[in-house]
Nanobody, 120 residues
Framework: VQLQASGGGLVQAGGSLRLSCVASGTIFDINVMGWYRQVPGKTREFVARIESGGDTDYADSVKGRFTISRDNAKNTVYLQMNSLKPDDTAVYYC???????????????WGQGTLVTVSS
């Protein structure tokens, strides 16, 4: 599966951004869609995830500020980020678990990343 993320940019502290990630290719079903982020020199960290049924999970650092959602018809996952802080500055990567064909094992894929910069 190919993942194309977009929506990153420069925003002032307290502002908002909305990230999108579209999955394409040979896809039978998408199970989990999520977002991670990484600051240069640090390990990639979990931000949020959403199951196919709509259950969500968030990192403590973004709870109450970020909202993950998905449009299954469009194979797209979104991350609405509000009340952004300078500590949210990172490259954001989408992460998807999908089933390419019935009976085939699921796979994990990463998008190319989109940079979010929050100025103080």
């Amino acid at each position: 599966v190919q993942l194309q993320a977009s929506g990153g940019g420069l925003v002032q502290a307290g502002g908002s951004l909305r990230l999108s990630c579209v999955a394409s290719g040979t896809i039978f079903d998408i199970n989990v869609m999520g977002w991670y982020r990484q600051v240069p020199g640090k390990t990639r960290e979990f931000v949020a995830r959403i199951e196919s049924g709509g259950d969500t999970d968030y990192a403590d650092s973004v709870k109450g500020r970020f909202t993950i959602s998905r449009d299954n018809a469009k194979n797209t996952v979104y991350l609405q980020m509000n009340s952004l802080k300078p500590d949210d500055t990172a490259v954001y990567y989408c992460n998807v678990n999908d089933t390419p064909r019935p009976g085939i094992s699921t796979r994990w894929s990463w998008g190319q990343g989109t940079l979010v910069t929050v100025s103080s």
